[in-house]
């Protein structure tokens, strides 16, 4: 499903070049739940972004499913993204004056879909996170755990081919990551939903099927 061919990644820092990623080379498959971890540093959100197509690598390919992601226009990376990808991020990323039905609607309208499949959609997903008590309520007026169910429910109504999470759970305790992880376990397991995260946490590996470990901008042994 992923694939990835001697990715480098090296970011300018005025005249310093900085090489976050060194030559990676992975396959992910359907359905797998994968978690990438290493010190901080060691280039795991860079290599979440050349994956999920929010980043360039500087060399190397990127496939997923038969598409070299890398040879895309931007144009057509918007698109690959908004039908195929989905996103969770550390500080969920809602827009703060919509409630938390129409942020999950935001994908599907840019997708062009029905106003009565929309509904029919969101509304589904949003009970799926439990959070059908809430939808009508505002971030600011949800608790960090329900805003990332939001967001968790934004990333998934259009039914992406794959989920990345980068951190989803750095600003929650234990019980409200503990709720995130398995609500990611269970739609991998029901949907067999694809999902590739990064966390440092060492007990949040005990819910995925495999760890990639980097250290330095390369895949530990
Ligand atoms: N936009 C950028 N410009 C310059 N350097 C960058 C940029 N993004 C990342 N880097 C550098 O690339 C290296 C890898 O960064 P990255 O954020 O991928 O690490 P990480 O493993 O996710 O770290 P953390 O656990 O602290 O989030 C670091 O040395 C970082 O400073």
């Known amino acids: 499903m992923i694939e990835a061919r001697d990715v480098k990644r090296t970011f300018l820092m005025g005249k310093v070049e900085v090489k976050a990623l060194k030559g990676i080379s992975l396959n992910i498959g359907k359905g797998e739940f994968v978690a990438i971890v290493g010190s901080s540093g060691s280039g795991k959100t860079t290599l979440l972004n050349q994956l999920g197509l929010l980043d360039t690598p500087t060399s190397g390919k990127v496939f997923i499913d038969s598409t ?104 929650l305790d234990s019980e409200a990551s503990r709720q995130i992880l398995e609500l990611f376990s269970r739609f991998n397991e029901e949907n067999e939903q694809t999902i590739v995260m990064v966390t440092h946490e060492q007990w949040h590996l005990d819910y995925v099927d495999r760890v990639i470990t980097l250290k330095d901008g390369l895949i530990a042994d």
Request: aromatic share 6%.
């Open 68 to 171: 070299n992601v890398s040879e895309l226009t931007d144009k057509q990376k918007i698109r690959f993204r908004l039908n195929n990808l989905g996103y969770v991020f550390q500080d969920y990323a809602l827009i703060p004056t919509l409630t938390g039905l129409e942020n999950v609607y935001l994908p599907l309208m840019m997708q062009g879909r029905t106003q009565e499949n929309i509904m029919k959609e969101a509304v589904s997903i949003i009970e799926a996170v439990g959070l059908a008590d809430r939808m009508h309520h505002l971030p600011s007026e949800m608790s960090g755990g329900q805003q990332q169910r939001v967001s968790i429910a934004r990333a998934l109504v259009h039914e992406p081919k794959i989920l990345f999470a980068d951190e989803p759970c750095a600003n």
